[in-house]
């Protein structure tokens, strides 16, 4: 069993599309994220969600919407995608706000925007 | 400014040595420390975390931590080559945020 799954795995588009990623995690936890990896696998947090609550929404352009229906499932969509938004973005998930035994990633989405 | 430094690498070790990772991070008042373990083109994968100054061991892998010199590391003995990734360290407290600041990670290459 999957414990935190991404779709999709791999995504090429070109620049000004709209394109969505899913996030499912079936460990119960109540609270999910999403981060974004550069080429220089620096990890970024982009936003947190606690039982369908956004908690962290750091600074991200506008065309990067977060929505949670349930405490299982965060989605990611992205609008008028850029060149600079090509990069790996993970999902992850914690027992808790504060995620004090870490966190547990999916595999990851590859964006690249052409 | 919140802040966790590690050394790129790449580090190199032989087969069978120890591997000593290092982390330093920015905020004396950070309460808890997280290492994962990153293979290329996979996620991270949660390898220990800590929360008190001293030792923890898990098989061959141990944390140490040293609050009032703000670094954690990471020991692994006997290195095996698939132990070759990159090795990330989070720290959760930073500038009071509950939200771990990842490392950009340290690049391990165990060769036989």
């Known amino acids: 069993d999957t414990a935190v799954s991404q779709t999709p795995k791999y995504l090429v588009t070109q620049m000004g599309n709209d394109k969505s990623i899913k996030c499912e995690q079936n460990?119960?936890?109540?609270?999910m994220y999403w981060y974004k990896q550069d080429s220089k696998k620096f990890l970024k947090i982009m936003f947190s969600?606690?039982?369908?609550?956004?908690?962290i929404n750091e600074t991200v352009p506008n065309r990067f919407s977060p929505k949670s229906p349930d405490k299982a499932h965060l989605n990611l969509h992205i609008n008028s995608l850029e060149l600079g938004d090509s990069a790996v973005y993970f999902c992850a998930s914690s027992a808790g706000r504060i995620a004090n035994y870490g966190y547990t990633f999916g595999s990851g989405t590859r964006l690249t925007v052409v | 400014q919140k802040e966790v430094e590690q050394n790129s690498g790449p580090l190199s070790v032989p087969e069978g040595a120890i591997a000593s990772l290092n982390c330093t991070y920015s905020d004396r008042g950070s309460q808890s420390f997280f290492w994962y373990r990153q293979y290329s083109g996979k996620s991270p994968e949660l390898i220990m975390f800590i929360y008190s100054n001293g030792d923890k061991e898990d098989g061959r892998f141990t944390a140490q931590l040293n609050k009032a010199s703000q670094y954690v590391s990471l020991l692994i003995r006997d290195s095996q080559p698939s132990d070759s990734a990159t090795y990330l360290c989070?720290?959760?407290?930073?500038?009071?945020?509950?939200?771990?600041?990842f490392g950009r990670g340290t690049s391990l290459i165990v060769h036989p």
């Open positions: 969600y606690n039982n369908k609550e956004l908690i």
């Open positions: 989070a720290v959760n407290g930073l500038g009071g945020s509950y939200i771990p600041t």
């Open positions: 460990l119960g936890h109540d609270t």
